[in-house]
């Protein structure tokens, strides 16, 4: 099993201008993990389950952008895009840009977005569920346009129409940055998983509840022909053991969904104190013991 970090607040330090280099450190501690995957968060405002909307919350790609030069080897993505917070053509510009500069480390991670208030707030049209899952479609259809080099012609969608989708310079990752979806929905989520991600996320809803959600991806799967083991199964993890620094705990817990096929564990530094110290403290130790269950 791999180890990935997320960043999930910005708490730390009170003064904004320390956030660059408490940034700079995190990258570090990343890379002496060895960590598979960096990601932050796609968000306006704070999600209010993690804390309070008016805590602070940076933009998501310009922090990869800042972090892709503090790591070498993570890969880099949001964990995840909203649909909705840019237009697909812009983000698969940007998700190229990233790649480019990070020297072919970058990956989408998408969702179909849900948090009504930041939309509200800063004025970014918020449609009904049913039509966030459509125009989802169409990014990722528009995303895989902009990467094949074969095709630069038009997109017609029924939410998106494009004229061209010229996309210079080209990604470095071969054939294009990877795809992660995120979420669980059974009937939608994991549909698209199955159609066009390389990667899924899951919550971390028990180890049944994992497993039925990987069985639904697998039916999928198997009713557009596509193989299940092309997908990378990833998901974020919190535990009272990992928050007590028990981390022989922490890997066996991990253990069982490692047997389900999680080959990437995500770790969410908690919101106060300084992430970089934490990772440094947690996963440095942690991630040879995650290695060892295969």
């Known amino acids: 099993m791999r180890l990935g970090i997320h960043l999930s607040t910005f708490n730390h330090p009170a003064d ?26 796609d968000h306006y405002f704070q999600m209010e389950q993690n804390g309070l909307a008016e805590h602070p919350m940076l933009e998501g790609y310009t922090t990869l952008g800042f972090l892709a ?31 480019v500069l990070s020297g072919g480390r970058a990956f989408l991670g998408i969702g179909a977005a849900w948090y009504d208030r930041e939309h509200l707030g800063l004025g970014v049209p918020y449609p009904a569920t049913a039509e966030r899952f459509e125009r989802l479609e169409e990014t990722l259809e528009i995303c895989g346009q902009m990467w094949d080099p074969a095709n630069n012609g038009a997109y017609e969608g029924k939410h998106y129409r494009l004229t061209e989708t010229l996309n210079s310079p080209r990604a470095v990752s071969s054939p294009r940055p990877r795809i992660l979806i995120g979420g669980g929905g059974e009937r939608k989520t994991l ?51 990992l928050d007590n620094g028990d981390l022989d705990q922490t890997a066996r817990e991990l253990a069982a969904y490692a047997e389900l096929g999680i080959s990437t564990a995500i770790l969410v530094p908690p919101g106060e104190g300084s992430p970089a110290e934490w990772i440094e403290r947690r996963c440095v130790p942690l991630a040879p013991k995650l290695a060892e269950l295969g």
């Open 16 to 41: 904004p201008a320390g956030l660059a280099a408490e940034l700079a450190a995190t990258g570090r501690a990343v890379e002496a993990a060895g960590a598979e995957t960096l990601s932050v968060m």
């Open 191 to 241: 549909r698209l998983v199955a159609q066009y991600a390389d990667a899924c996320n899951l919550f971390p809803i028990g180890v049944e509840g994992v497993k039925h959600k990987l069985a639904v991806l697998d039916a999928h799967c198997a009713d557009l022909g596509r193989d299940p083991g092309e997908i990378q199964r990833t998901m974020v993890y919190r535990s009272p053991a």
């Open 69 to 99: 030069a503090h790591t070498t080897a993570a890969r880099l993505g949001l964990l995840v895009t909203g649909v909705t917070y840019r237009h697909p053509g812009l983000l698969a510009k940007i998700v190229t840009t990233l790649d």
